[in-house]
């Protein structure tokens, strides 16, 4: 496995800018899910992908987000018109589901750390 | 809803033991475990599906009651490795609800 991959790894952005994050999960994962995650929280769930199909998006998470994940390859998740509320790590994550359950365990990316100013 | 997690935090000194809790009100499928440090991405641990099992991994092992929707993380004999946040993730795997929502963490210290 070469991992989950994010990038970029930093973003720093004045309030009101869109910006666009990427994952590449693991090549034979059909599962991709992304999370935020800010200081002393657990992951937040965003949304999830089962191959190109985007199965739930958080009722919590406004229209200004959006996730895509063409050919059920990578993923781009993009936040439009930045608040700094908006700060945090966006994590994702990739796992083999629905062949053995005591399988699926998700493999975390390292994260984008937004910062909007 | 986000299960809870208890205690928030535990210093140990390194040879202690240490129990985490993770509690749902939901009926759980499975619960996985996972350890976070400083700057770094979650790692899995364990994962325990509904019937009770329990697991271990060297010193590290978990149970899962399913009755109660609680589930707990055993460390024996800890290491200074230890040291992180565990989280819990609560799986309920109903027709489209398949996504693993995480606790509210423990940090764990293990101190020399």
């Known amino acids: 496995d070469t991992g989950v991959s994010q990038d970029p790894r930093h973003k720093i952005t004045k309030r009101g800018q869109n910006v666009t994050f990427r994952c590449d999960p693991i090549s034979e994962h059909n599962r991709l899910y992304w999370y935020r995650q800010t200081l002393g929280q657990g992951p937040e769930f965003l949304t999830y992908f089962q191959n190109e199909a985007q199965l739930e998006k958080s009722r919590l998470l406004s229209d200004r987000f959006s996730a895509e994940r063409p050919k059920g390859s990578f993923s781009t998740l993009e936040i439009q018109r930045t608040e700094q509320g908006d700060s945090a790590m966006y994590l994702c994550a990739s796992s083999r589901w629905g062949q053995d359950p005591t399988n699926e365990k998700l493999f975390f990316g390292s994260g984008t750390q937004l910062s909007v100013l | 809803q986000q299960p809870v997690q208890s205690p928030q935090a535990v210093i140990l000194r390194e040879g202690e033991d240490a129990v985490i809790n993770c509690s749902s009100s939901?009926?759980?499928?499975?619960v996985h475990w996972y350890r976070q440090k400083h700057g770094e991405a979650p790692v899995f641990l364990m994962i325990?599906?509904?019937?009770?099992e329990q697991k271990g991994h060297e010193k590290i092992s978990a149970s899962f009651n399913e009755k109660k929707q609680q589930s707990s993380l055993y460390l024996t004999a800890s290491q200074l490795s230890y040291s992180g946040t565990y989280f819990c993730g609560t799986l309920e795997r109903d027709f489209g609800n398949e996504k693993l929502t995480f606790g509210t963490g423990t940090r764990l210290t293990i101190i020399p």
């Open positions: 939901k009926a759980l499928y499975s």
């Open positions: 325990l599906l509904k019937g009770g």
